[in-house]
C-alpha cells in the first residue's frame, strides 16, 4: 500500500524532475526527506512495476515523425493474437491493442504506426495487410491535435 | 540534433538509471562528460524536442481504469466540443481523426464507476450521443522509444 509520502513522491515524479547531476538529491531535498530513501522507494515502485520507468517523453513530429497513423483492423477473433503479435513485433508500430468491439465498431485491433510521411506509413501498412492476410482495415490520420498529457495520478 | 544528440533522446526516452547521478552513467553510455550530457537535455527541452521528463507510472497498477473513446461530433461543433472535452483532466489525449467518428479521446479514472460517469456526463453536456467506448482487451505494444536514430 502506498502511505502519504508515496504519494507525494510519485507526484513530485509526475513533474519534470531537475536536469542536474543529482535530480534525486534536489527531490528529495523538496520532500524533506534523505536521497537514500527516496531512491530506495522509488526502486520500490520500479520493481513492484507502478513505475515503468524515469525517462523522456518526447514531441513524435519535432523529432521527425510526422505521419502518424491510427490503424484500425477487423480481424476475426481466432487470429487476433497471431495479428496483434506479428504487429507488434514491427518497429514502426508503437502501439498494438485488442479492443473491445460493439454494434457501431467492429474493428477490433488497434494500432498506431509511424512514419517520415503519409506514404511511408501506407507503405507499411499494405505490408502488414498482405502479411496478416485482412484487407478490412481504416487509415485514421489526426488532423488535430486538441490535448495531450501525462496523467497527474495524485494532487 | 546532432548523432550523439539522437541517441541521447533515444537512450532518455528508454529511462534514466533511478541512481544518485543518473546522467553520469549515461555520459559514459554515449563517451562524453556528465556535463555535456546536462546541457545537452537542457537544450533538447528548449528546442522543443522533449515534452516531459519524469516519472512514467502504470495506471492500471496504481488502480486506475482507463479507455478510448471516439464520438461522432458536427464540424460546426468540433471547437466546442474539444473544448469541454480538453477541460476534464481525466481526458488526456484527444484528437481530430479522418472518420465518421472524428473525435478521439482518452479517459483515465480511479474507478470504472467514475468512467461511466463521466462518458455520461460528456453525452449529455453536449447532447451527442453517438459516443463508443472501446477498452482495451489485450495490449500486444507499447514501444518505449521510438528511436531518432545516431547509432
New interface residues.
Partial sequence: MLDSLDKCI?KK?????P???????LLAAELGIE?DEL?TR??S??E?????????????R????KANA?VVWKVPEAS?EEA??Y??SL?E??????????E??EYNL?TMI?GKDKEQCENIIENISNKIGIKDY????????????????FK | MDRIDKKLLTLIQEGIPIDKKPFEKLAKELFITESEVIDRIHKLKKDGYIRRMGGIFNSHKLGFKSTLCAMKVPQNRIDEVAKLLNSYEEITHNYLREDSYNMWFTVITYSESNLFKLIDEIKFKTGIKDVIDLPSLKLFKVKVALNVGGD
Fill in positions: 510519485i515524479l509526475q513533474e519534470d524532475i536536469i542536474v547531476e543529482e535530480p534525486y538529491g536521497e531512491i522509488i526502486k515502485y520500479h513492484s512495476g507502478i513505475l515503468k520507468r524515469i525517462a523522456a517523453v518526447i514531441y513524435h519535432q523529432a521527425g515523425f491510427m487476433v496483434g503479435n504487429m507488434g518497429s508500430v508503437s502501439h498494438c491493442y485488442e479492443r473491445k468491439i460493439c457501431n465498431w488497434f509511424h481504416k487509415i485514421l490520420y489526426s488532423t488535430r491535435e486538441f490535448k495531450k498529457s501525462s496523467m497527474k495520478y
